[in-house]
């Protein structure tokens, strides 16, 4: 017996549909990918769920950006608006601005300078004849600030030994009339100074 024909209409209960669409899913992946081995076509494959989970097949030989440029071309619709064409151009722009800094960051360093002209090796020359000088302006003030830091250290310095100082004094006063490390010598003898 053959399987009955169904009517196509929305499966009303949750978990039927469910299982419905994982399955009619699964058969329709596997079909697209018979199709690009058997018939050596490009398929390409986007299926989302009523979830919003995205599932995608796309055949080895391609990829899905391809395929919808393709189809944008032959179809005559745009799949893209401006303003993604506008990006595609700025991204482009910086990918290629991104490639020419590259390139004169390797100049600089001395690579790949065989193609250059005499022009374009004077001006090298010159951006880092104009580096060099920054940098040994830079180098030369690094001891300047060192010596202004030693300074303003050793003022603070003077400052903290003026404060011990003063404080020294300070408990030195407060112990006026007593002298703690004196000593008045006594003789042993009462009358022996009197010998003397």
Not at 16 to 37: D, H, L, P
Not at 162 to 183: T, W
């Amino acid at each position: 017996m053959g399987r009955g024909k169904i009517e196509i209409k929305r499966i009303e209960n949750t978990s039927n549909r469910q299982v419905t669409y994982s399955k009619r899913k699964n058969g329709i992946i596997k079909k697209a990918k018979e199709i690009s081995v058997l018939c050596d076509a490009n398929v390409s494959l986007v299926i989302y769920g009523s979830s919003g989970k995205m599932h995608e097949y796309c055949s080895p030989k391609t990829n899905l950006s391809d395929m919808l440029d393709r189809y944008q071309r032959l179809s005559g619709n745009k799949l893209w608006d401006a303003k993604h064409e506008n990006l595609q151009n700025e991204i482009d722009r910086i990918k290629k601005e991104n490639e020419n800094m590259q390139i004169e960051l390797r100049h600089l360093k001395g690579e790949d300078i065989t193609s250059l002209n005499i022009e374009e090796l004077i001006a090298y020359e010159d951006a880092l004849e104009n580096g060099l000088t920054k940098i040994r302006e830079k180098k030369d003030e690094i001891p300047k600030i060192m010596r202004k830091h030693e300074q303003v250290l050793e003022e603070e310095n003077k400052h903290l030994m003026y404060l011990v100082q003063q404080s020294e004094m300070a408990a030195m006063g407060n112990h006026q009339g007593h002298e703690p490390f004196s000593f008045r010598v006594q003789p042993m003898q009462p009358n022996l100074h009197e010998r003397l």
